[in-house]
């Protein structure tokens, strides 16, 4: 009797520890699958979080590009700035040239005798800290002003490009990632009846290639 408990004890304890094995090899298993397994991104998510800059890029993993959006953007927004601060000094001493009094019969006309003065412009750093002043013409003021209203625009279109590609670059990543490029390229042998400029149909075979 003692022989049988003892045999059955024994049993038991081999039981659990193969349950345990069991156990332990599924959950590695489980494990090695969770770390094969690829990322793969949903490319429309990937563009409703890009309206935000660098977050599609960040969704998608790819943190390196997050500095090049941040830089691009930023020099845009530098760079309309600045040229906004420089046609807005001109643009303020060139309507100095000009009636500006809506009540006045002469209102958008040149001032009498201001065709050949000049006026002191005001031109300010970007930090709007420190300013100098020219006394310049008013073709002269013209020209600037034309010049640094060209620049802000062009400022504007370029910072709008720059935030559209962002947009587009986080949803051709997301469908990249979701792309396989694995090097398992299968080719097998298939019959095919081909017509070879003749009336009967002609048997043959063609050659498959699986791309995965």
């Keep these: 009797m003692l022989i049988s408990v ?16 069991e156990v332990v090899k599924s959950s590695d298993s489980v494990a090695a699958v969770e770390k094969n397994q690829k990322f793969s991104p949903d490319p429309r998510r990937a563009v409703r979080l890009a309206l935000i800059p660098g977050m599609g890029q960040t969704y998608n993993r790819d943190y390196w590009k997050l500095p090049i959006v941040y830089l691009s953007l930023a020099g845009g927004i530098y760079s309309w700035h600045l040229n906004n601060l420089k046609y807005q000094d001109f643009l303020s001493s060139y309507i100095e040239f000009y009636d500006m009094d809506e009540a006045s019969k002469t209102y958008g006309a040149m001032k009498p005798g201001m065709a050949g003065a000049t006026v002191p412009v005001r031109i300010r750093n970007l930090f709007n800290t420190e300013s100098e002043y020219r006394n310049l013409t008013r073709d002269m003021i013209a020209r600037n002003k034309d010049y640094w209203r060209r620049n802000r625009n062009l400022s504007i279109i370029v910072t709008g490009l720059i935030y559209s590609l962002s947009i587009i670059e986080a949803n051709v990543a997301a469908h990249l990632k979701t792309f396989d490029l694995s090097d398992d390229i299968s080719l097998r042998i298939e019959p095919k009846l081909s017509q070879p400029m003749v009336k009967q149909p002609a048997p043959g075979i063609r050659l498959v290639f699986n791309l995965k």
């Design 6 to 21: 003892k045999g059955m004890g024994q049993d038991v304890l081999l039981n659990k520890k193969a349950a345990m094995s």
